[in-house]
């Protein structure tokens, strides 16, 4: 069984940072692909970023691209998120999410089959 917990959300200014993190646990963890989603109030969950567990490949959605960096620590079982440039539209839960199917589509959420519980983001103008 593995599990997922996501630090670091919170309320922000227009402009302003955060550091999200995303703690895996579990007796074999060894994912494919590690990635970061979003959930507006109305709105379908959306994809926001991916990594490669293995290479460190990165994936992101256009509308992020510039300001938002994923990363990992393998060794701590860990996935960031740094958000820079914050915008309102950024609000949203963000969930972390992890693959363990060698063959995916880092922006298919149907891949994922391990999920956080989701951090609140507040982005105000």
């Known amino acids: 069984q593995v599990q997922l917990v996501e630090s670091g959300g919170g309320l922000v200014h227009t402009g302003g940072s955060l550091r999200l993190s995303c703690a895996a646990s579990?007796?074999?963890?060894?994912?494919?692909?590690m990635g970061w989603f979003r959930q507006a109030p109305g709105k379908q969950r959306e994809f926001v970023a991916a990594?490669?567990?293995?290479?460190?490949?990165?994936y992101y959605t256009d509308s992020v691209k510039g300001r938002f960096t994923i990363s990992r620590d393998n060794a701590k079982n860990t996935v960031y998120l740094q958000m820079n440039s914050l915008k309102p539209e950024d609000t949203a839960v963000y969930y972390c999410?992890?693959?363990?199917?060698?063959?995916?589509?880092?922006?298919?959420?149907?891949?994922?089959?391990?999920w956080g519980q989701g951090t609140q983001v507040t982005v105000s103008s």
């Open positions: 990594i490669s567990w293995s290479d460190g490949r990165t």
């Open positions: 579990g007796r074999t963890f060894s994912p494919y692909v």
């Open positions: 999410a992890a693959g363990d199917s060698r063959y995916y589509t880092p922006d298919n959420k149907y891949d994922y089959g391990y």
